[in-house]
């Protein structure tokens, strides 16, 4: 209990068939902690690997009890084994690598600079990438849409080298491709962020989990962030605005067709159909949004009273201190961490 108190640093490290990398991983690793002086652990999270990763895992962790492995049941994805990660790391602060290799444990004193600075979230940066023209384009061009639309100044969302004060993010809940936005979460609770230059090295063993359209997602999940950020305690002024404003736009289509066909003699059935089933169906999907908003409202009032239920992360096993514990599971996040 003494050692959980003490814990200055976590590194994270989620993977996925990653045999080959986890013995150097864990020698330099355990080589560039220790010259920092400071207590730590290293937390591996085995995502569904059908390898003998976690068989190796498993033996390096009874030999050293400053390594955690946490054993998901299937592979749920890189933010579900981060979010797994997150719930039983110990450390004041957080450090999140891939276990391939490409990030070299040597940076992170920077990271360890920063975070002892007061910076919250501290982001790597990769300035030296190995990757095609298209590749390189689509990232610059996912970089700058992301930093626009949420107003933080970071030049590499995608990159998984990030550190954070665990008491920030340990209320974050991360599911789908959330873990790039993790800065936008922790943004809401007044996190300051930063970035660092890191450098990639080339894959040594196994192939890249992660292409072209894997990255797709992470659109979507920026629009469900947005949202609720913005709108989820009150999803009656999002829904009841565009409601309101097609009911608007509805009466005054109708209104002037109205006006047509009374004073004017119009045959707007004939001449204005199709511009009258426009109206009407303005009018319908604006009640519809309005109801929509109501009972969003409703759920919010009844999530916040305190029926909400948090998240729970099926394990198969973690091994902390030397000791198995079975059959465990990992308390996730609350969705009210928004």
Aim: glycine share 10%.
């Amino acid at each position: 209990m003494e050692l959980a108190h003490s814990i200055r640093y976590s590194i994270v490290i989620p993977f996925y068939n990653e045999w080959d990398s986890l013995m150097p991983l864990y020698g330099r690793l355990k080589e560039a902690m220790e010259a920092l002086g400071r207590p730590f652990e290293l937390v591996f999270v085995d995502d569904g690997s059908t390898d003998d990763s976690l068989a190796l895992l498993q033996k390096i962790a009874l030999a050293d009890r400053r390594v955690t492995v946490v054993g998901l049941r299937q592979n749920a994805g890189k933010s579900q084994a981060l979010s797994a990660g997150f719930s039983v790391a110990r450390g004041d602060f957080i450090i999140t690598m891939d276990g391939d290799l490409q990030h070299n444990p040597s940076d992170i004193p920077r990271f360890v600079e920063k975070l002892e600075a007061g910076f919250d979230i501290v982001c790597g940066r990769r300035t030296q990438r190995r990757e095609g023209r298209l590749q390189r384009f689509s990232n610059r061009l996912a970089n700058w849409v992301l930093a626009r639309l949420t107003g933080i100044r970071i030049h590499d969302w995608g990159g998984g080298f990030k550190a954070y004060r665990r008491a920030l993010v340990s209320d974050v809940p991360i599911y789908g491709e959330l873990q790039r936005l993790i800065p936008m979460l922790a943004l809401r609770r007044g996190a300051h962020v930063c970035e660092v230059p890191i450098t990639i090295a080339a894959r040594e063993h196994g192939v890249s989990k992660y292409g072209m359209i894997r990255k797709l997602p992470v659109f979507f999940d920026l629009i469900t962030v947005r949202f609720l950020l913005h709108y989820l305690a009150r999803p009656l002024h999002f829904f009841g605005t565009a409601g309101l404003l097609g009911v608007f736009i509805g009466n005054i289509i109708g209104f002037c067709l109205l006006i047509a066909r009374v004073f004017y003699g119009v045959h707007v059935m004939i001449e204005h159909g199709p511009l009258l089933i426009f109206s009407a169906v303005l009018i319908v999907a604006g009640v519809q949004l309005l109801a929509l908003g109501l009972l969003a409202e409703i759920h919010v009032r009844y999530h916040y009273e305190g029926r909400g239920r948090s998240n729970l992360i099926e394990t198969a096993f973690i091994i902390r201190g030397a000791e198995i514990q079975a059959d465990d599971r990992v308390r996730g996040q609350p969705s009210a961490a928004f």
